[in-house]
């Protein structure tokens, strides 16, 4: 009887429920408006599963997370970290639970009176989450319960500067992320920022002053994220050139080596991993509704956690080895440019070949046009122009002409690809 070999992915992002107090352009949270969410003891269950494999590190997204709330069993999203204590959460959130009522009105009083409207807008939101965390957590500042558990770091999402961040997530809100961080930090509390990068920051975003003020605000660490178009009123012409994502690249690799934050670029880091990490090569999604993907941004279903695997007696196992995550997983090993690693953007047949072959239903409304639409022959081209553009890269990847005295990526791109082979290799021959 052949044995079963399993490599654990390095994490997975669970988004325990759909809904959002912000409704911001072109975001997939929340797109269709449902009230949506993993129940309490299901969410227990996944982790619980996790750990079983090894796995210590989650990533938490949304909807907003920190709005969970499992009326039925009267749980919190700080209760499922205090029950969970023996992991690590990393929480992406647009700030609004984070905020310190008393500190807003001690700094923005002053700035009401004179008539702006920025603060009074900030001083109305931080209000109206005060008084939304006392009914869920019954206190308005909650920030000292995560300084207490220690087991979670949050990434605040903002657009760039105060003036691109309200003009997407709504007036006041660059104040009250501001007071969020200062609360942060203050309770010593590790945190971080998550960026998307679009056609219309790009230039913003990669100037070193934001950089500079992120680390005045004790920001530890954040991510960059491509523009996928998906979700809420999806606009290809809203994602980044390939000449602006070569920029960023440069950009955060700079910053990275100079500056005291770690950076990380979710597209442009594919050399430094080993490609695309989707299909549980290195993490998969579990969505609000239970539905399982391949990636957070690829919106096609596996099947449902607990009505497709754990009422058939599976597990995180199957999940990892889902015929359809193998099949992603081996497509990936024809992705020589590491600088063009995803499966959506980059490489858009892999995606459309897993759908087709298997079957995988959209899991969110209009999802089948990255597939098989209008925006599918937009991201034929789009990836035909990164390609090309980034050829030179890939070249001076493969040659070391980017390898430091510290880090051989040359080496590290080599071990990888030998890694990825080997895994694809003994997976075929046991599980075919």
């Given amino acids: 009887m052949k044995k079963k070999v399993l490599s654990p992915p390095w994490f997975f992002v669970i988004s325990p429920l759909?809904?959002?107090?912000?409704?911001?352009?072109?975001?997939?949270?929340?797109?269709?408006?449902?009230?949506?969410?993993?129940?309490?003891?299901?969410?227990?269950?996944i982790v619980s599963d996790a750990k079983k494999l090894g796995i210590s590190f989650i990533t938490i997204s949304g909807g907003e997370p920190f709005i969970y709330h499992d009326k039925k069993e009267g749980k919190n999203i700080i209760d499922f970290f205090r029950a969970n204590s023996d992991m690590y959460f990393q929480v992406y959130t647009n700030g609004t639970s984070l905020i310190d009522r008393e500190l807003a009105d001690r700094e923005l009083a002053e700035r009401v009176k004179k008539g702006d409207k920025k603060a009074k807008a900030a001083l109305e939101r931080i209000r109206k989450a005060a008084?939304?965390?006392?009914?869920?957590?019954?206190?308005?500042?909650?920030?000292?319960?995560?300084?207490k558990l220690g087991n979670v770091a949050p990434a605040i999402s903002q657009e760039g500067f105060?003036?691109?961040?309200?003009?997407?997530?709504?007036?006041?809100?660059?104040?009250?992320?501001?007071?969020?961080?200062?609360?942060?930090?203050?309770?010593?509390?590790?945190?971080?920022?998550?960026?998307?990068?679009?056609?219309?920051?790009?230039?913003?975003?990669?100037?070193?002053?934001?950089?500079?003020?992120?680390?005045?605000?004790?920001?530890?660490?954040?991510w960059f994220f491509i523009y996928i178009p998906k979700g809420r009123d999806p606009d290809v012409n809203l994602m980044p050139t390939p000449e602006q994502r070569v920029r960023l690249r440069d950009f955060v690799w700079g910053m990275r080596n100079k500056e005291p934050i770690f950076i990380g670029d979710f597209w442009n880091?594919?050399?430094?991993?080993?490609?695309?990490?989707?299909?549980?090569?290195?993490?998969?999604?579990?969505?609000?509704?239970?539905?399982?993907?391949?990636?957070?941004?690829?919106?096609?279903?596996?099947?449902?956690?607990?009505?497709?695997?754990?009422?058939?007696?599976?597990?995180?196992?199957?999940?990892?080895?889902?015929p359809a995550f193998r099949f992603i997983r081996e497509k990936q090993l024809e992705i020589e440019n590491k600088c063009t690693p995803c499966c959506i953007i980059d490489n858009p047949y892999i995606l459309r070949e897993a759908v087709g072959k298997f079957g995988l239903e959209p899991a969110l409304p209009g999802e089948e046009e990255i597939v098989k639409g209008n925006r599918a022959k937009f991201l034929d081209r789009y990836s035909e122009e990164m390609r090309a553009?980034?050829?030179?890269?890939?070249?001076?990847?493969?040659?070391?002409?980017?390898?430091?005295?510290?880090?051989?990526?040359?080496?590290?791109?080599?071990?990888?690809?030998?890694?990825?082979?080997?895994?694809v290799y003994f997976e075929k021959k046991v599980y075919s």
């Fill in 131 to 147: 008084k939304r965390n006392r009914s869920l957590y019954g206190r308005e500042n909650i920030v000292p319960l995560l300084a």
């Fill in 269 to 322: 880091d594919g050399p430094w991993v080993g490609g695309c990490i989707a299909g549980a090569r290195k993490y998969f999604h579990i969505r609000a509704d239970g539905k399982v993907t391949p990636c957070v941004f690829a919106d096609f279903s596996i099947g449902h956690i607990e009505e497709d695997f754990y009422k058939k007696g599976k597990t995180l196992k199957d999940v990892i080895q889902h």
């Fill in 162 to 222: 105060e003036k691109e961040t309200d003009r997407r997530r709504g007036e006041g809100m660059y104040v009250l992320i501001s007071n969020a961080r200062k609360n942060l930090t203050s309770h010593g509390v590790l945190h971080g920022f998550s960026i998307t990068h679009t056609r219309e920051n790009a230039d913003i975003v990669t100037q070193k002053r934001l950089v500079d003020e992120l680390i005045n605000q004790d920001v530890s660490f954040g």
């Fill in 389 to 423: 553009i980034t050829q030179k890269y890939r070249e001076e990847l493969k040659n070391g002409k980017l390898d430091t005295e510290n880090v051989k990526l040359s080496e590290v791109i080599r071990n990888y690809e030998k890694r990825n082979k080997d895994r």
């Fill in 18 to 45: 759909k809904y959002c107090d912000l409704s911001c352009p072109g975001c997939y949270a929340n797109a269709d408006r449902g009230q949506v969410y993993l129940d309490y003891r299901l969410l227990n269950r």
